[in-house]
Each structure stands twice: as C-alpha cells, then as structure tokens.
C-alpha cells in the first residue's frame, strides 16, 4: 500500500486529486490544505511514502515547509506539480542539503490523473529498490564474514544485557534493534527478553501482540522447559523470539528472581544470542541477569543526570563483585552542541565508550511504527552503529564466558 500526502493551499485541488487517488486499491492518501508545521507528525502518523505538492505553493513554499520533512525522513519522495513546469525549483539547493534528486519528480499541471498516479507509483518502487540496495551494501561495508550454520546442540547461547540505572536512555531501543541485527546478519536464533516487568516496551517497539508473556511461564515454572518456554515467545517479523512483560503491571510482584532465572537459562538452550531489556533500577530480576550475563552493555547519554547514574552504577557493580571486563560503556544519542565531550564523560567515569550511537531523528520515527531503525532506515548513521555493535557482541573474545574472580552471588551479595 503506497501512503501519498496531499499537500496544497486550494482545497478544490486536493480534493480533485484525492478523488483520483481513492480510486486505486493499493493507494492511500491523506491531504494538509493549512497549517503546515504539522507536516512531519502527518507523515509520521500516516507512514506517507510520497508527497504530492500542488501548483498553489510555489517553489519557496516547498522550499521552507517540504524540503525540512524530506531531509527529516530520507525514504520518503516528492512530487512537484507546477503550471508551468517552472524549473526555478532549485535541486541543486536540495541536494546541497542532502535530498537526492532522484526522490523528486516535476510534472506539468494540469495533466492527467494517470500520469501523476504512474509517476507516485514510479517513485514508490524506487523508494523500496533502493533500501533494498542500502542494506546490501551495509553488509558489503563490514568485514566479510561467513554465515554460521547452527548446529541442533551446541553451547548455550550468550546472554547480553542492556542496562542503565537512568530511564529514558534509549535501553529498548538498543536491545530491539541489536537483537534484529544479531538475527539478520548473522542468521542466528535470537531471543529477546523483556524484565521490565511491569513498564517493558518491547513489545510496542516491535509492534508485537503476544497471546503469552512471561508471566505465563513463570506460572509454569516448575515443569517449565524448552519447547513450552519457546511456544511462549512471540516471534518478530525478523525472527526474533520475544518474551514479553506482563500486560498487567501488578502481576510482576509475583514474579520471582529464582523463576527468572530458570527462564534465562532455557532461553540460551534455544537460541544462539539471548538479548534482555531491564528496567532502570537494581532488583532481584535484573540482578539474575546480570550475573548470568557474558557481557553487559550499559547505557548512558551526553547529559549529567545520566553520566552521574552511570557511574553509581559503575560502582554497585564493583560492590557486588561483578567483573568489571564483563561491562561495555555505549554512549547514547551523542551530539556535538550537548556540552559534554566524550572524553569527559570517559574520563569521569573511567572507562572508555565501546561504542557511539548518534541522534537521529529516523529513530524515534521507527520506534513509532513498532518497526526497528535497522529496518526502517538501514543507511542512517545509528544503524551502522548498530551493526558494528552486532560485530561486537559476536566476536570470539567476547562469546567466552568471564568468569568471575570471586564465588559470591549478586542476588547473595547485597
């Protein structure tokens, strides 16, 4: 279904075109006659793939209130009707600001309705060829590597697990999207777990509406084993499994950290790479997982707030006797005008960032779609960050478990 935008001052004309548009079943269409700062939530809430720009705006109406919106969303195109084919559009300007002119057609108005049906239909399925042609050569871009062919049994899997102390530091998003890359690049089992037991997000970040969660395994803890764990998961348009939190916050009091351990070991007997989503804080759920994890990516931005509950975390990490070789440093959302550098952040908490992942504002547009920006958007600069932490997290070094130093439990040490 291709999503066209209407956009023009003379509502006749809008409607002229909605009318033809409505005729063809695999076209939908929306229309914005006034108020064009609303342009962006309405490609955002109607997925628009083309925007169709009537004769009424001028070149300098598309200029100011379109082209913003194209470098916004680089997969969505343009098509510019004029009266008389006026050429003053500058695509040199556009492209000096990152709009390639592929994305944009021009067509005389008036014309035909088939003609500018054809030409949104042409635009539509460059659009998807070239995403498809951005993913390859994402791959092309990283080191060769020959996809790994997984054996019926082998050793269990390697837990990763995405934690802050700080809320609203992109921790889902960075596990979602990891565990996409993990399943897509190297064609390994993935699952995905879910402790934030009574607020998780996975499921709404990857648009998922599971018939089980993990309260339903917990309820079968004691005979729970693999094959019934897996029935559980709700599988992801990607592959991957996902164990989803509670629909009803009040059930996570019920949940035990003994019963989220059992659950953590099945879920590295059935997959190559077990990915868990925490919430923000130090209980007996994320303490299980942070001492059976192999590698512990935590996340922090280029704020005080953030950096100060890092380094707390940092820490309480220390005094419960986790290996500090077995945490990675991810530095979320990076951006030159923050008034942090990198380096202080580092230096502050002692201990250099793995990984940087920059602001994009392809991210938050994803997210809203329940669709991973790995997916989404394969070519912006977050999702090559994402892919070389995919690289990461599967090289030899870091699949070896790490042990610890010393015999005592988190959960016993506190």
Same mark, same amino acid.
């Given at each position: 279904m291709i999503s066209v935008l209407v956009a023009d001052t003379d509502q006749d004309f809008a409607k002229e075109i909605g009318w033809a548009l409505q005729s063809k079943s695999d076209i939908s269409?929306?229309?914005?006659?006034?108020? =064009?700062?609303?342009?962006?939530?309405?490609i955002v809430s109607k997925d628009t793939d083309v925007i169709l720009a009537g004769p009424n705006l001028g070149n300098k109406s598309i200029m100011v209130l379109i082209a913003p919106a194209l470098r916004s969303f680089p997969r969505v195109s343009l098509v510019c009707s004029s009266r008389s084919l006026d050429q003053d559009l500058d695509l040199q300007e556009l492209e000096e600001q990152?709009?390639?002119?592929?994305?944009? *057609?021009?067509?005389?108005?008036?014309?035909?309705?088939?003609?500018i049906i054809e030409t949104?239909?042409?635009?539509?399925?460059?659009?998807?060829?070239? &995403?498809d042609e951005d993913r390859e050569e994402i791959t092309k871009e990283l080191p060769e590597q020959k996809p790994q062919i997984q054996p $019926? $049994? /082998?050793?269990?899997?390697? @837990?990763?697990t995405v =934690?802050?102390?700080?809320?609203?530091?992109?921790?889902?998003v960075i596990a979602t999207n990891l565990a996409v890359c993990?399943?897509?690049? =190297?064609?390994?089992?993935?699952?995905?777990?879910?402790?934030?037991?009574?607020?998780?997000?996975?499921?709404v970040s990857l648009k998922l509406n599971p018939k089980h969660t993990i309260y339903d395994a917990v309820l079968m803890a004691e005979t729970l084993d693999e094959k019934t764990l897996n029935s559980f998961m709700t599988v992801n348009g990607t592959g991957v499994k996902a164990l989803l939190a509670p629909l009803e916050p009040e059930v996570a009091d019920l949940i035990t950290s003994t019963s989220v351990q059992k659950i953590i070991q099945l879920a590295k007997e059935i997959a190559s790479y077990v990915i868990i989503d925490t919430p923000p804080t130090f209980n007996d759920h994320v303490l299980a997982a942070l001492e059976a994890s192999d590698l512990i990516y935590l996340v922090t931005t280029m704020d005080i707030a953030s950096v100060k509950n890092i380094k707390l975390c940092l820490q309480t990490l220390q005094l419960l006797g986790c290996p500090k070789d077995k945490t990675r440093l991810i530095i979320n959302r990076t951006y030159r005008k923050s008034g942090l550098r990198q380096d202080d952040i580092e230096k502050s908490l002692e201990s250099e960032a793995v990984l940087t992942l920059p602001r994009d504002k392809m991210v938050p547009f994803s997210s809203n779609q329940?669709?991973?920006?790995?997916? /989404? &958007?394969? *070519?912006?600069?977050? !999702?090559? !960050?994402?892919? *070389?932490? !995919?690289? @990461?997290?599967?090289?030899?070094?870091?699949?070896?478990?790490?042990? !610890?130093?010393? &015999?005592?439990?988190?959960l016993k040490g506190r």
């Open positions: 269409y929306s229309i914005i006659t006034s108020d =064009f700062t609303e342009l962006e939530s309405i990152g709009i390639e002119s592929q994305r944009i *057609r021009i067509i005389n108005f008036p014309t035909d309705h088939e003609s949104i239909q042409e635009l539509y399925d460059l659009s998807r060829n070239k &995403a $019926k $049994k /082998k050793m269990p899997g390697k @837990l990763i =934690f802050s102390t700080k809320g609203g530091v992109g921790k889902t993990l399943a897509q690049r =190297f064609q390994s089992d993935v699952a995905l777990l879910d402790l934030d037991l009574q607020f998780g997000d996975v499921g329940g669709m991973p920006t790995v997916v /989404k &958007a394969p *070519r912006t600069p977050f !999702s090559k !960050s994402i892919y *070389r932490l !995919s690289q @990461l997290t599967e090289t030899p070094e870091i699949n070896q478990k790490i042990e !610890s130093p010393s &015999a005592t439990s988190l």
